[in-house]
């Protein structure tokens, strides 16, 4: 597989400004300017070669969305260097446009007040997508995505679960070779989650489309990537399979079930009890036991749920463990 990214010593420094106060302060301002300069992204290096699908993961500040925003051309770097699909993105913006894709999980990229149909509409006349391309692209995210069912429906009309399905398709018409997804499955449900990460490796091994994911949601990274890039205070802390540090965090996650009825019993395989409170159950399970999509499975097959979450290891948590592991990047 060829390198579609290359980043080198990649750096972005930003002056924070200090404005003096009163009369005197404001006169000051007027002449000179207190300033901090913060460096949100410190000497980053890294490669992905075509069809990866790749974790960048790290806690809130670290510097993901920063060196995001430099593969995209959004931002200039500083300093470093930084190539996608052979351009550098701030130089040659319009280029590299054509030939990524990017979905924010809390904002859209479609218009609010238009049907889905006719974002996608401008979309095809504003990448120029061929006729046949857009046809059938609509074809295969519709079947994947079930876009059938709210195609009509104004953009601020539907669920959080429809506009992501919608956003990932339309990121995705004019056939980008690398996309970037940001919280894809932030606020969705176990089912719509499953949905949207069922898409995204269908599209990498049928298209060979190459991903970065940036997300808090470790089971995000755990279904769909090999490789992570872990970021850490603007460096990067950890580049390697997701394997290798597999072994440091627990495998313990909590799902939390509201049923419909308040069931004389409600024990589970695998799982233990840890509170319960009526129709709401706390429940401790294990991976190495049984999985997430299992343990589900048989619950639905024996009661009727209102609402369920999972509570999954924060990714301050993994930081931790590394530090503490002292696991190096060799």
């Known amino acids: ?91 040659e913006r319009k280029k590299n446009a054509q030939r990524i894709g990017v979905v924010f999980g809390q904002r859209t990229h479609l218009w609010f007040d238009l049907p889905v149909q006719e974002s996608f ?22 079947y994947v995505l079930g876009l059938h069912d709210f195609f009509k429906t104004p953009v601020r009309q539907l669920s959080l679960g429809q ?32 949905r949207i990460r069922q898409f995204i490796r269908e599209i990498n091994k049928e298209r060979q489309v190459t991903i970065i994911l940036t997300t808090h949601d470790l089971d995000d990274v ?20 997701l394997a290798a540090i597999r072994n440091l965090l627990s495998s313990d996650r909590l799902l939390i079930v509201d049923y419909a009825e308040d069931y004389t019993e409600v024990a589970l395989p695998h799982a233990a009890i840890v509170h319960r409170d009526k129709s709401r159950v706390h429940y401790r ?5 049984i999985s997430t999509a299992d343990l589900i499975g048989g619950m639905l097959e ?4 209102v609402d369920l979450s999972i509570q999954e290891p924060e990714i301050e948590e993994v930081v931790r463990s590394i530090y503490e592991n002292k696991l190096s990047l060799e």
């Open 1 to 91: 597989m060829d390198t579609i990214i290359e980043v080198k010593d990649l750096c972005k420094e930003f002056k924070i400004y200090h404005h003096r106060k009163g009369f005197f302060g404001t006169f000051a301002n007027l002449f000179s300017q207190r300033h901090t300069i913060i460096r949100a992204v410190d000497k980053v290096s890294f490669s992905i070669k075509r069809g990866e699908i790749v974790g960048y993961i790290g806690p809130n500040g670290a510097g993901k969305s920063t060196t995001i925003k430099m593969l995209t051309g959004i931002l200039v770097p500083t300093s470093g260097y930084v190539t996608v699909n052979g351009y550098v993105p701030h130089q």
């Open 121 to 142: 509409e401008l979309l095809q006349h504003i990448y120029q997508i061929p006729m046949k391309q857009y046809r059938d692209n609509l074809e295969t995210f519709d």
């Open 163 to 194: 506009r992501m399905r919608a956003d990932l398709a339309a990121a995705l018409l004019h056939n980008p070779e690398v996309l970037f997804l940001d919280e894809p499955t932030i606020g969705l449900d176990v089912v719509a989650k499953e």
């Open 222 to 241: 755990e279904k769909l990537c090999k490789r992570i890039l872990l970021i850490d205070n603007a460096r990067l802390l950890f580049d390697g399979e």
């Open 285 to 289: 399970f294990s991976l190495d036991k």
């Open 302 to 305: 024996r009661f009727k749920i």
